[in-house]
């Protein structure tokens, strides 16, 4: 089956501070979505990006399903922007989740 | 519009005992499904339905069971909770199938079993 994995694993920022998260995926993919999970647990929808580039305040992402990857962006990063980022893909009948990225931001 | 809603968000229950977790939605959407998340081994899927009166198990239904009688509602039942069921439990919905439509996903449950 596919496979999707992201890096780092781990990021930890001043803030204030860039970042860009990768998402690779193994075949092609019609459905890419972003998720932020906050730290009490929820799964927020940050961006539905099968291609092209999308962007959302400080936030932005680009997929090129050419070459089988996605970008998230965050810049001016916040502390309220910690907690774990998943890319996932959607295959036939369910949501292929990434090993995820976990992002803390230190004040 | 509250999107997808999850009830209860926390649950402790006694090996054995059974309960319900509900799911509702209220954009109208077909395709209804639920995860477990497990550190390490990310989102699994239980089961899913693609409409009312329409259920399929996915990768880990042991332990489970779901109905769809209606379209804005998806329950998932435990019928004897084991200690290997404490996770924390994500209901999600699109209006197509996942391989073509944006999904979103409940608050989440989170469920200790002891």
């Known amino acids: 089956g596919i496979q999707v994995e992201q890096s780092p694993p781990d990021l930890i920022l001043q803030e204030g501070a860039n970042s860009t998260l990768r998402c690779n995926f193994s075949d092609s993919v019609n459905n890419l979505q972003w998720f932020h999970q906050n730290p009490w647990g929820q799964l927020i929808n940050l961006f539905y990006i099968p291609s092209g580039t999308k962007q959302n305040g400080r936030l932005s992402a680009t997929t090129v399903a050419t070459e089988r990857y996605s970008l998230l962006y965050i810049s001016s990063s916040q502390t309220t922007d910690s907690g774990v980022y998943f890319c996932?893909?959607?295959?036939?009948?369910?949501?292929?989740f990434g090993t995820g990225t976990r992002l803390k931001v230190l004040a | 519009n509250a999107g997808v809603t999850q009830t209860p968000k926390f649950q402790v229950l006694k090996t054995g005992q059974s309960m319900t977790l509900q799911c509702a939605q209220d954009?109208?959407?077909?395709?209804m499904s639920w995860y477990r998340q497990d550190p390490g081994m990310g989102l699994r899927l239980i089961h899913y339905?693609?409409?009312?009166?329409?259920?399929d198990q996915g990768e880990v239904p042991n332990g489970y069971n779901v109905s769809r009688s209606t379209t804005e509602d998806f329950p998932l039942r435990l019928l004897s909770a084991a200690p290997s069921q404490t996770s924390v439990y994500f209901c999600?919905?699109?209006?197509?199938?996942?391989?073509?439509?944006?999904?979103?996903f409940g608050q989440g449950t989170r469920l200790t079993v002891v």
């Open positions: 999600a919905s699109s209006y197509g199938m996942p391989g073509n439509t944006e999904a979103f």
């Open positions: 996932a893909v959607g295959r036939t009948y369910k949501y292929i």
């Open positions: 954009m109208n959407h077909e395709y």
């Open positions: 339905s693609v409409g009312a009166g329409i259920t």
